[in-house]
C-alpha cells in the first residue's frame, strides 16, 4: 500500500479520476441553483420527488460540498458516499422509468453520465487511503 502511494501511475490516475467526479458534482450542485426550473426544483416536481423545495437545494448543497471535498482531495471516501447516494436516487427515478417507457438505446444514451459517475466513486471509495 505505501508503495502504491509513492508510484506517479497510480497517483496520477486517482488525481484525475477525483477531478473528473469532483467537477460533475460541483458544477451540477451550482447549476441546480442557477437553474431551478430546469434542474433544480422544477426538475424535482416534474419527477416527483417528494418536497422539492427542501429536496432539491439539498441535492445541490450535497452536491456542491462533495463534489468540491472530491476535487481537493478531502475526506474524498467520506464524501464519495452520499454522492453514490445521489447517483442511485438518479438512477431510480430518472433513468428506469426512461427503460420502462422508451427502452434500453435510450436510457443507455441518458445515463452514461450517471454510471460514469456511479463507477468513478466507486473507484474512489474502494480506492481511498
Known sequence: ????????KWQTSYLLIRLMVGAV?????????LFPEQLGIGRFMK??????T????????VEIFCGM???IG???????VPLLIDMAVAIFTTKIPLLMNEGFWKMAHESRTD?????GLLFLILSSS
Open 47 to 52: 419527477i416527483g420527488i417528494p418536497a422539492p
Open 74 to 80: 478531502f475526506l474524498t471516501r467520506f464524501a464519495s
Open 115 to 119: 454510471y460514469s459517475m456511479v463507477l
Open 1 to 8: 500500500m505505501i508503495s502504491r502511494l509513492f508510484n506517479p
Open 25 to 33: 458534482f460541483l458544477t451540477e450542485g451550482i447549476q441546480k441553483f
Open 54 to 61: 427542501f429536496t432539491a437545494p439539498f441535492v445541490g448543497i
Open 69 to 71: 471535498a472530491v476535487l
